[in-house]
């Protein structure tokens, strides 16, 4: 099965897990301790760990979720393989048959860690890459010899065939490392998405280095423009202008969270997804926090004027936006908005120019421009 044919699976699965109220995909947050110090981290940075749950625990839910229907699991944390007992449970649910992945910084995978995810494949570890040197991780993340670890780590578990896709979240301490990073994703033909949101902290307890909103969606279109090279770019954004062009967004929220995905805090706690402090109920009886879950998210509404808004396209908007933002899930964040009017005037520009350059008329090129 290629990516996209598997892709196009999971995103039907979704579809039928909705209609019938499945749990499809869980996240377990098993830690709140790391070995980073990250300055945004919205779980670590600043904050008192969290009482952690025993590997029993986390093993138990997991069968109970598996029983509800769901099939693909996210371990992270905090760092989550800075539990000793990490490995009983990753082992333990995949013996589930559950398709697991990890978010990590990779900075603990040594050759037997990597010897462990040979033989007992994820379906893929989520690894951020922080920056392109040790001076970006010593002044972002407090520590400059993970640098060095984690693109070893990286190195040495695409050696091992272990599936890998890098993150890199965008903060005014590392954006000018973006150019950087996607070449040594390419130079490592590994897959590396970028974050130019970057949340205000849902447990206030990280520090303010996120970029003003112009400039987030500048460096956002930056590094599309560096990856597609400016004839696919043409070809991505009038291809998501017609795709977006009939859309009509109700005020309901529309994404998986609480519909057909959970978050589980280290505590206990079962949330619609990580960046929401509520809805919450006690993990403990999966069956009744799910029913909780399901039933206080379709209570959740986006503000009204975001319905019908002809940047919705590209609009980071969302019920998690909007409660970071200014503390409600249906007020306007002024953030978001503000970033996604530039990234809609980087897009225009962008389209005409090309439209000129290839000898065309530039008002036919965007006739339908919905952003």
Same mark, same amino acid.
């Given at each position: ?12 699965? @979704? ?32 904050? *008192? ?6 590997? %029993? ?7 109970? !979720? ?53 033989? #007992? ?10 920056? !392109? ?9 407090? =520590?400059?010899?993970? @640098?060095?670890?984690?693109? *070893? ?16 979240? $965008?903060?005014?301490?590392? @954006? ?19 974050? *130019? ?23 956002? @279109? ?10 696919? $770019?043409? %070809? ?33 706690? $079962?949330?619609?997804?990580? $960046?929401? #402090? ?51 899930? #249906? ?26 350059? #290839? =000898? ?12």
């Amino acid at each position: 099965m290629t990516e996209i044919d598997y892709d196009l699976f999971i995103t039907q699965l @979704f579809a039928k897990a909705e209609k019938s109220g499945v749990p499809l995909g869980g996240t377990f947050e098993l830690t709140s301790r790391c070995t980073l110090s990250c300055k945004m981290c919205y779980i670590h940075s600043g904050c *008192s760990e969290k009482p952690e749950k025993s590997a %029993e625990w986390w093993i138990s839910l997991a069968e109970k !979720a598996k029983e509800r229907g769901m099939l693909l699991l996210l371990l992270t944390g905090g760092e989550p393989m800075i539990r000793r007992d990490f490995e009983e449970i990753y082992l333990a649910c995949r013996q589930m048959g559950l398709l697991i992945s990890v978010n990590t910084n990779a900075t603990l995978i040594d050759s037997e860690k990597i010897r462990f995810f040979a033989e #007992n494949p994820p379906h893929r570890l989520n690894i951020t890459l922080y920056g !392109a040197s040790k001076e970006t991780y010593s002044e972002l993340c407090g =520590n400059a010899n993970a @640098f060095e670890k984690t693109v *070893s780590a990286i190195k040495g578990l695409k050696e091992a065939g272990v599936p890998v896709k890098l993150n890199f979240s $965008m903060t005014s301490l590392n @954006f000018r490392d973006a150019a950087a990073v996607q070449s040594m994703a390419k130079e490592l033909d590994l897959p590396v998405q970028p974050v *130019s949101y970057m949340f205000k902290p849902a447990q206030g307890c990280a520090e303010d280095v996120r970029l003003c909103p112009e400039q987030a969606a500048t460096e956002h @279109f930056q590094w599309q423009k560096r990856l597609l090279g400016a004839e696919k $770019m043409s %070809e991505y954004l009038n291809l998501k202008i017609r795709k977006n062009s009939d859309i009509k967004y109700g005020e309901k929220i529309s994404c998986r969270a609480g519909s057909t995905t959970f978050w589980v805090t280290a505590d206990g706690k $079962m949330l619609p997804c990580g $960046m929401l #402090n509520e809805p919450s109920a006690d993990a403990e009886d999966f069956d009744s926090a799910w029913s909780v879950i399901r039933s206080e998210r379709e209570k959740i509404l986006l503000p009204a004027k975001c319905s019908g808004c002809s940047l919705r396209s590209v609009c980071d908007i969302c019920a998690a936006v909007s409660y970071s933002e200014i503390g409600r899930f #249906n007020g306007l964040p002024d953030y978001a908005c503000k970033k996604a009017e530039e990234y809609s005037r980087l897009c225009k520009g962008f389209l005409e120019i090309e439209s000129v350059r #290839n =000898n065309q008329n530039p008002g036919n090129n965007n006739p339908t421009l919905g952003f």
